[in-house]
């Protein structure tokens, strides 16, 4: 069946260092979502990317769509101790199924 | 801002029993999920909603499962003879008037199985 990797797992860094999630889709996607997840919370959406090699930014945060929309990435310049969470990304094929990947947790030191 | 409640919070069972678990989506959205947390692992779909029928849903969503909105704001999850490794937090989400728009999630209901 269709499946959404991502690496890395963990990652650990230093406040103020670079972080990057990579995720990679067995098929073609639609669109591609990615959530944040805090400790104990849910899913919350950050940002939705549709079209193939698209870029988007969000203050620290820039988001990358493959050319292929198989596959994108996550990068969050000089990190700070309020990113510290679980990043998922979600592909979604042209049915109603959401695939999320098995996310990336983010640990911070201060 | 609207949210995504869900009830309860937390659900403690016997195994074999059933269990209900409740959403109320956000009130003009039209899509609906159901998806799956076991602890420490990633989010999993069971299955989506929308126009008062199962659109799409996953193979763990079997038999034992059922969904329903019996009113105009409510929306079900029934797990029937429950086992030891149905215990994970269970997340609702909705959308709204496009299936590719944000889903917004509740905060979950975590059911253990005894």
């Known amino acids: 069946g269709q499946q959404v990797m991502q690496i890395p797992q963990y990652q650990h860094v230093q406040e103020g260092e670079d972080f990057t999630t990579y995720c990679n889709s067995s098929?073609?996607?639609?669109?591609i979502q990615w959530y944040k997840q805090r400790p104990g919370g849910h899913p919350v959406f950050l940002i939705q990317?549709?079209?193939?090699?698209e870029v988007k930014k969000q203050k620290r945060l820039t988001f990358q769509f493959g050319e292929a929309k198989k596959n994108s990435s996550l990068h969050i310049t000089a990190t700070q101790t309020t990113d510290v969470g679980t990043y998922f990304c979600?592909?979604?094929?042209?049915?109603?199924?959401?695939?999320f990947g098995a996310g990336t947790r983010l640990f911070v030191k201060a | 801002e609207p949210e995504v409640t869900q009830t309860p919070s937390h659900q403690v069972t016997q195994m074999g029993q059933e269990v209900i678990l409740r959403c109320v989506p956000i009130?003009?959205?039209?899509?609906f999920y159901w998806y799956r947390q076991i602890l420490g692992q990633k989010v999993e779909f069971l299955v989506s909603?929308?126009?008062?029928?199962?659109?799409?849903k996953s193979e763990i969503f079997d038999d034992q499962f059922s969904v329903e909105r019996p009113d105009g704001s409510n929306f079900t999850l029934k797990i029937r003879s429950t086992k030891l490794e149905d215990s994970a937090m269970y997340f609702c989400?909705?959308?709204?008037?496009?299936?590719?728009?944000?889903?917004?999630f509740g905060d979950g209901t975590r059911l253990s199985i005894l």
């Open positions: 989400a909705s959308s709204g008037g496009d299936r590719n728009q944000p889903q917004h």
């Open positions: 990317l549709v079209k193939s090699g």
């Open positions: 909603f929308y126009n008062n029928e199962i659109s799409e």
């Open positions: 098929t073609t996607l639609s669109n």
């Open positions: 979600a592909g979604i094929t042209g049915g109603f199924k959401t695939i």
């Open positions: 009130s003009n959205h039209l899509y």
